[in-house]
């Protein structure tokens, strides 16, 4: 009996989640200003800004990585912590329903407000560089190689608060 109200609380504890992340998302697009009509148009310049930082994105792994992150949700809230196959399933979920499309445009247009357009031509030359090619593969391989054991570990963890066996720290 425990346990089938154990694996209930975890299913409301992941509806749940998807729930706010879906509210979140929808707060979010409908909290977006309209353009007033005292804004001034985008100039060329600013067009050319943002097409570097859109092209800056992908070419460091932000776009890749974006996506990878659900692992810690996946982790907390499914299966017994080794299911590799249920986990890809509900990443690739996230990745469509929440994931990196939904939200490109507001991380090229921070990018673009962030930094110059030179800084920008760095970054995206950086990026092309073998050696910093070769770091950011590797920062990749080693998220994904630590992958099951993060998702083990985050399970564990919140099992064992659910079980009492762990409490929230103080603030």
Same mark, same amino acid.
């Given at each position: 009996?425990?346990?089938?109200?154990? $694996?209930?609380?975890?299913?409301?504890?992941?509806?749940?989640?998807?729930?706010?992340?879906?509210?979140?998302?929808?707060?979010?697009?409908?909290?977006?200003?309209?353009?007033?009509?005292?804004?001034?148009?985008?100039?060329?310049? #600013?067009?050319?800004?943002?097409?570097?930082?859109?092209?800056?994105?992908?070419?460091?792994?932000?776009?890749?990585?974006?996506?990878?992150?659900?692992?810690?949700?996946?982790?907390?809230?499914?299966?017994?912590?080794?299911?590799?196959?249920?986990?890809?399933?509900?990443?690739?979920?996230?990745?469509?329903?929440?994931?990196?499309?939904?939200?490109?445009?507001?991380?090229?247009?921070?990018?673009?407000?962030?930094?110059? #357009?030179?800084?920008?031509?760095?970054?995206?030359?950086?990026?092309? $560089?073998?050696?910093?090619?070769?770091?950011?593969?590797?920062?990749?391989?080693?998220?994904?190689?630590?992958?099951?054991?993060?998702?083990?570990?985050?399970?564990?963890?919140?099992?064992?608060?659910?079980?009492?066996?762990?409490?929230?720290?103080?603030?």
């Amino acid at each position: 009996m425990f346990k089938v109200k154990l $694996q209930f609380s975890k299913f409301l504890a992941l509806l749940l989640v998807v729930y706010f992340t879906l509210f979140t998302v929808y707060v979010a697009n409908s909290q977006q200003l309209p353009l007033s009509e005292n804004q001034p148009p985008i100039s060329a310049g #600013e067009t050319s800004k943002y097409k570097l930082a859109s092209e800056v994105l992908p070419a460091i792994g932000i776009a890749r990585r974006y996506d990878m992150h659900f692992d810690h949700l996946m982790g907390i809230l499914i299966g017994r912590g080794d299911d590799v196959e249920l986990y890809a399933r509900f990443r690739k979920m996230f990745a469509k329903k929440i994931g990196w499309k939904h939200f490109k445009e507001a991380y090229a247009a921070r990018l673009q407000a962030d930094f110059s #357009e030179d800084e920008l031509k760095e970054l995206l030359s950086l990026s092309k $560089q073998p050696l910093m090619k070769k770091l950011l593969q590797s920062e990749v391989k080693a998220y994904l190689d630590t992958s099951k054991q993060r998702f083990k570990m985050g399970f564990d963890l919140w099992n064992n608060y659910n079980n009492g066996k762990i409490s929230l720290p103080s603030d």
